[in-house]
């Protein structure tokens, strides 16, 4: 491989990296701050992302009519996907919380995981929702007719990292805000904060309204990347595990070990890559279930042997107080 | 309708299987193992190397029991792959949930660790057997008795409800007149103040791993000879365990069973207005429904 197409690999890699920071940072502050235990973020990945593809592609016609099915198609420019994606999360977020967030903390655990598979299922089986299990493809990029194709990938990594800066500015100023404080004092003890006053219900719907829609722009921000996309990528594996390493990894409660383990498991995932590329013929086919595996063991070690991660949580009492 | 009520009751005990563990575990160690159901399909494949590999290769009889689809060497499996996935769970406990229980960490973090152990052992699996459905007997042809109302049942499935009735009536017995049964129904109902009375809690764990893992290496084997075997079936089996965990209230282990019943019929049921991949979608409306009117179940238990 040349060096143009080493960096070219280098600025994929990045893309999928930044996008899953987005992951990261929307899942950050629902359990690294309020403690919320989300285990369906392939659910909202999957609806971000097939809202934005629905609001920006057109309706098919002619020919294409017969095999394409889709609900709608406005044909409307990628921030409006973008937008819809983060309000459709957003309203999901609420129907889940309503009977979850008043229960036991594993009640929500349940429950997400229970939405992000059905969500998966109406889409596999719903021809007339997205055209089922064959999914949406070519969906449109933004400002793809400034650049041509073969750069496009640059430019898409500047939007995601510009996305990316906006969103941790954003939390990184309302961690530190009394709202935040409310936050982290519900994660550390939830009665006591009930005492003093605060509506705990009120608190954790926002957090996990909040952290959904950000999942739902992460979403959205993939569509766009991958161009097509369909329910099997949605899997427990793809879509809510490798994030949860990400923020275990990276450490819970600091936006900047969000991001951080988001590239670095990503990294180390893509890594395993190489590594398995060597095995026999033979054991090539299994070699995405080994480096699962590698995952999954590294999420073990982490929790018993560094669970704060590799950068644990800053102190910080007040925006105030530097 | 009646035949599905029927089926709606084989499929109800093997996630009484599944659930009797996943119940037990919840009110002994108080967090919510989402491995329980890959401990199923552990068992399941487990079998399938006893039946497929190391039985044919013994030479054991491969002929069948009457009209059941399995014989001898399936009679063997289902008590070692129970053993097996016995120790399977408290290998989990003694590696994984015992340092962070030590460590004092969250029940939140226990459940962590649970899914990313339930992720390991799906990986295994699908590395030693690959993403294939598999039989245990591939190609047999599985005669159906016809029963009044116009029911057709196959012998397996008769075989499945009797041997699931068998083991609760035996766990029934166990938890009501033994010591250690006694011990455990305590342990649930109320850990501090058993351990305050001077019950051995590790040992309690050891046991509540090991019944919890035998019922659901069992399960799994029951459901691959009813169904399929699948990587992924456990995952599958994970909200209708909770649904009926939760429907019976948790730790309570005759309101899981009947959770799981109830849930089986319901599942089945729906099969009659809703595409049949929809069963997992199923069982998290009713969990949904169970939360929000009476979320400590309807035997009570803790919620």
């Known amino acids: 491989m040349d060096l143009g197409g080493i960096i070219a690999y280098l600025v994929s890699l990045a893309i999928l990296a930044g996008i899953y920071a987005v992951f990261t940072l929307g899942l950050n502050i629902q359990w690294g701050y309020t403690g919320l235990f989300n285990i369906g973020i392939a659910g909202f990945f999957c609806i971000g992302a097939y809202t934005s593809a629905l609001i920006t592609t057109p309706m098919p016609t002619g020919i294409y009519a017969q095999y394409v099915h889709q609900i709608f198609g406005w044909n409307l420019p990628f921030i409006f996907g973008i937008l819809g994606a983060a309000l459709v999360c957003g309203l999901i977020a609420i129907f889940i919380g309503i009977p979850t967030l008043k229960l036991r903390e594993d009640y929500l655990a349940i429950t997400t995981i229970g939405i992000a598979e059905t969500i998966r299922l109406v889409f596999n089986n719903e021809q007339w929702l997205a055209n089922g299990p064959r999914g949406l493809m070519g969906l449109p990029q933004p400002l793809q007719e400034w650049i041509n194709a073969r750069d496009y990938n640059y430019l898409y990594l500047v939007i995601v990292i510009l996305i990316l800066v906006v969103i941790y500015l954003a939390i990184e100023r309302a961690i530190r805000s009394p709202w935040g404080r409310v936050l982290r004092a519900i994660r550390e003890d939830e009665i006591s904060t009930a005492m003093s006053g605060k509506d705990i219900f009120y608190f954790k719907m926002q957090s996990l309204i909040l952290g959904s829609m950000i999942m739902g722009i992460g979403g959205a921000l993939y569509a766009h990347y991958t161009k097509s996309i369909s329910p099997d990528v949605f899997t427990p594996l793809y879509g809510t595990f490798i994030i949860w390493v990400m923020i275990i990894v990276g450490g819970s409660g600091n936006n900047k070990g969000a991001i951080l383990g988001a590239f670095v498991v990503w990294g180390i995932w893509i890594g395993t890559k190489f590594m398995t590329d060597l095995l026999p013929y033979t054991l090539k086919a299994r070699a995405p279930y080994i480096r699962f595996l590698l995952i999954g063991i590294l999420l073990e070690i982490i929790l018993i042997y560094r669970p704060q991660g590799l950068l644990g949580e800053e102190k910080r009492v007040s925006k105030m107080i530097e | ?303």
Do not use: C
């Not at chain 2, 035996?170 to 006694?182: E, Q, V």
């Not at chain 2, 455990?184 to 309690?204: F, Q, S």
């Not at chain 2, 599958?236 to 365990?241: A, H, I, N, T, V």
């Not at chain 2, 009659?272 to 979320?295: D, E, N, S």
């Open chain 2, 1 to 303: 309708m009646a035949e599905l009520f029927v089926y709606g009751i084989v499929l109800g005990s093997i996630i009484a299987l599944g659930s009797i563990g996943l119940t037990l575990v919840y009110g002994i160690l108080r967090f919510a193992n989402f491995a329980h159901g890959d401990l199923m399909t552990a068992g399941a494949y487990v079998a399938l190397f006893l039946v497929t590999g190391l039985f044919s290769w013994l030479g054991i009889s491969d002929a069948n029991f009457g009209s059941l689809s399995f014989g001898w060497r399936m009679a063997l499996a289902i008590p070692i792959s129970m053993i097996a996935i016995a120790m399977l769970a408290i290998l989990l406990d003694r590696i994984l949930f015992q340092p962070l229980r030590r460590k004092k960490s969250g029940s939140v973090i226990l459940a962590m660790s649970a899914l990313g152990a339930s992720f390991i052992i799906q990986m295994m699996v699908l590395i030693l057997w690959g993403a294939d459905s598999l039989f245990y007997k591939p190609g047999v042809l599985r005669p159906a008795l016809m029963l009044p109302l116009g029911i057709k049942i196959r012998p397996d499935q008769i075989f499945i409800v009797l041997i699931v009735f068998i083991s609760f009536a035996t766990l029934h017995l166990f938890l009501k007149y033994t010591r250690m049964g006694k011990a455990m129904r305590a342990t649930a109902d109320n850990p501090e103040l058993a351990r305050v009375t001077g019950i051995d809690t590790k040992k309690i764990i050891l046991w509540t791993w090991g019944i919890g893992g035998a019922m659901a290496g069992m399960g799994g084997v029951l459901y691959g000879i009813d169904v399929q075997l699948h990587p992924l079936m456990g995952w599958g089996f994970l909200l209708p365990l909770f649904a009926a965990t939760i429907l019976g209230g948790i730790g309570n282990m005759y309101g899981a069973l009947i959770g799981a019943l109830v849930m089986g019929v319901a599942q089945q049921i729906s099969t009659a207005y809703l595409l049949p991949t929809y069963k997992p979608g199923v069982a998290f409306i009713i969990m949904i429904l169970i939360l929000l009117i009476r979320p400590q179940g309807i035997f009570g238990g803790r919620s």
